[in-house]
């Protein structure tokens, strides 16, 4: 679920301002009607925008989320602060309520507030969380919410493999068929 609120300076009610100043002699006149609309630009490509590839994470107990966000109109963490909050109730909003901090589970749960870069895990508690992470800086904000589910990870079930009588210095291979997951974890055999 990808859900995104952005509040940022009006860049009408900016060049409303930078107008008056002009006016009331409080800054330098414009040279051209391309000035106010550069500056404009210019400032709209500082206002934060949070990207996220995946908004819906699965990740198994025993694994760790490691998330990074960055300005995208920038591709730094320039001048940004971040914050996380986090519910249990799936519905596409998540209140100021419950820190990032407070999550259950794990050894560690970090949000670095000036890099943008969120640890979670090792997951312990199998269960389904909505993730909000706030990217602010002095021109605007962004919000971008992510579900993360945590599944159980058990281990992989074969089916019983039948004994095979070989000759002396002679190879075979066992393919094990009817392999089962509890999960979608991939299985290694060895």
Request: proline share 5%; aromatic share 6%.
């Amino acid at each position: 679920m990808r859900s995104m609120t952005r509040t940022t300076l009006s860049p009408l009610l900016i060049l409303a301002s930078m107008l008056w100043a002009q006016a009331c002699g409080k800054s330098e006149s414009f040279k051209s009607l391309e000035e106010p609309k550069t500056l404009l630009n210019n400032l709209d490509s500082k206002i934060p925008l949070l990207t996220h590839p995946n908004s819906e994470q699965k990740l198994f107990t025993e694994e760790t989320l490691i998330l990074d966000f960055n300005n995208e109109k920038t591709g730094t963490d320039e001048d940004m602060s971040y914050s996380c909050f986090y519910d249990q109730v799936i519905d596409g909003s998540v209140a100021e309520a419950a820190s990032c901090d407070s999550l259950p589970g794990g050894a560690t749960q970090k949000l670095d507030s000036a890099t943008g870069k969120f640890v979670w895990g090792p997951l312990e508690n199998t269960s389904s969380y909505e993730l909000r992470f706030i990217g602010k800086n002095k021109l605007g904000s962004d919000t971008l919410i992510l579900t993360v589910e945590v599944l159980q990870n058990r281990k992989p079930k074969l089916d019983p493999i039948n004994d095979i009588g070989i000759a002396a210095l002679k190879t075979v291979s066992v393919v094990p068929v009817n392999k089962r997951d509890p999960g979608t974890a991939t299985v290694t055999y060895t």
